[in-house]
């Protein structure tokens, strides 16, 4: 069983920028890619970006490509989710996840309790 821990939420201007991190420990040999996802009031969870452990190939949203960046460190099963440019509507509780990555598919397994982003206009 993976277990992810988030951190690095908060309060943010609009333009601002933040970093959110995310480890995973137990069982991390059975994932080949973590990401992130976020829920914002009354919406439904969307993707925002995922990373493959093997390589490092990354995909991401259309509404942060650009903005947004995702990486990883190996060592530590951690995960980053650089995000710059901030708007309001990227006000969210982010969620990290981790599963599966088949060519281009990404299947969740595992999910974080969340953090969250609010970014002040």
């Known amino acids: 069983q993976v277990q992810l821990v988030e951190s690095g939420g908060g309060l943010v201007q609009a333009g601002g920028s933040l970093r959110l991190s995310c480890t995973a420990s137990?069982?991390?040999?059975?994932?080949?890619?973590m990401g992130w996802f976020r829920q914002a009031p009354g919406k439904e969870r969307e993707f925002v970006a995922r990373?493959?452990?093997?390589?490092?190939?990354?995909y991401y949203a259309d509404n942060v490509r650009g903005r947004f960046t995702i990486s990883r460190e190996n060592a530590n099963y951690t995960v980053y989710l650089q995000m710059n440019s901030l708007k309001p509507e990227d006000t969210a509780v982010y969620y990290c996840t981790a599963g599966d990555l088949y060519g281009q598919t990404f299947t969740s397994k595992y999910w974080g309790k969340g953090t969250l982003v609010t970014v002040s206009s």
């Open positions: 990373i493959r452990w093997s390589g490092g190939s990354t």
């Open positions: 137990g069982g991390t040999f059975s994932i080949s890619a």
